[in-house]
């Protein structure tokens, strides 16, 4: 089961809790571990699965692609910017720690993503290993998450368009799922063009998708569901699609996402049908 094989993996590549420094390396291990669905590492292991990828190969991206994760989490719940206390089910880092260790987590969780995207052979042509790392460098960064993440904070208590909250979205979620799957495909036989585009094409859909729900969750399901602080976004005046559209626009709009990421797979046939089945986890899911 990828879930537990993905938790092996990031117990074998997180320092150990008693390296120096200890305190540090607690934190990190716990803002990882023992928790989250684990959906990015998924999706990258489906991918690979298209192209016959090796799964230590797929190991290796996945705790990269979790460990950037699991940065952006500490770093979105600190008191500078959404400020939360619970996160899985448990006490934010900073709550947990402190806010200047749960700033170092994050530092210390993006540097060991990229240390483990570029030890071992990932792809035969070391080419294609270098644009993974280029890849990844791209969807976290301020053109990506980052940059999304700059756009929420300043969108707090204004009104966006829609384009320009899915403009939001497509950087701050969208980038880094789009990136699961792109990894995930360069590390077994290289697909042609017109696959990978439509590859690329289920991947902005259920990135897109995964916010949608994600804001429905927000309005609808409670905390204990959640693990994370419920009814949020309305609370600090936060642009949505649940603001803009309401509940029921934006859960048809995640099904008709759902339709175009399942319609960009046909051609993959067999091959694509964890994918297909990751399309529905991703809009049915219910924390
Ligand atoms: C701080 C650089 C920086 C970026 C933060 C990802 C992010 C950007 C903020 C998280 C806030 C948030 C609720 C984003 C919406 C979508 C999202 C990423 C939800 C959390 O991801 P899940 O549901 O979490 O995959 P688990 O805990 O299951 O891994």
């Known amino acids: 089961m990828v879930q537990s094989r993905v938790e092996r993996a990031l117990e ?4 150990a809790a008693d390296h120096t420094p200890q305190r540090l390396h607690q934190a990190m291990r716990y803002a990882v571990l023992g928790g989250g669905k684990r959906v990015r590492p998924m999706l990258a292991f489906a991918a690979g699965e298209l192209v016959a990828a090796p799964p230590e190969r797929l190991d290796a991206v996945a705790c990269a692609l979790e460990l950037i994760h699991a940065y952006s989490l500490v ?14 089910g448990r006490p934010t880092a900073h709550v947990e720690f402190d806010e200047a260790t749960a700033l170092l987590v994050g530092d210390g969780l993006q540097s060991l993503a990229f240390e483990t995207l570029a030890a071992g052979r990932l792809a035969d042509d070391p080419a294609h290993q270098v644009e993974m790392v280029h890849a990844l460098a791209l969807a976290s960064g301020s053109r990506g998450m980052a940059g999304g993440q700059a756009i929420d904070l300043a969108a707090v208590g204004a009104s966006l368009t829609l384009p320009e909250l899915e403009f939001m979205h497509i950087l701050k979620t969208g980038a880094l799922i789009r990136a699961s799957v792109a990894l995930g495909a360069r590390c077994g036989s290289p697909l042609g063009r017109a696959e990978a585009e439509r590859l690329d094409r289920y991947a902005k859909c259920i990135g897109l998708a995964f916010q949608v729900v994600d804001d429905v969750l927000d309005a609808e399901a409670p905390t204990a569901t959640l693990g994370k602080t419920a009814g949020k976004d309305a ?3 936060k642009p949505t699609y649940v603001s803009l559209l309401g509940v029921p626009r934006a859960k048809a709009l995640a099904q008709e996402l759902r339709g175009d990421a399942h319609a960009a797979l046909e051609g993959f046939g067999a091959r694509g049908a964890r994918l297909a089945d990751l399309a529905d986890f991703i809009v ?4």
Do not use: K, N
Request: net charge negative; aromatic share 4%.
């Open 75 to 88: 770093h979105d719940d600190l008191p500078c910017m959404d400020d939360d206390v619970l996160r899985r």
């Open 235 to 237: 609370a600090q005046g």
């Open 12 to 15: 074998r590549v997180l320092p």
């Open 284 to 287: 049915t899911r219910a924390f």
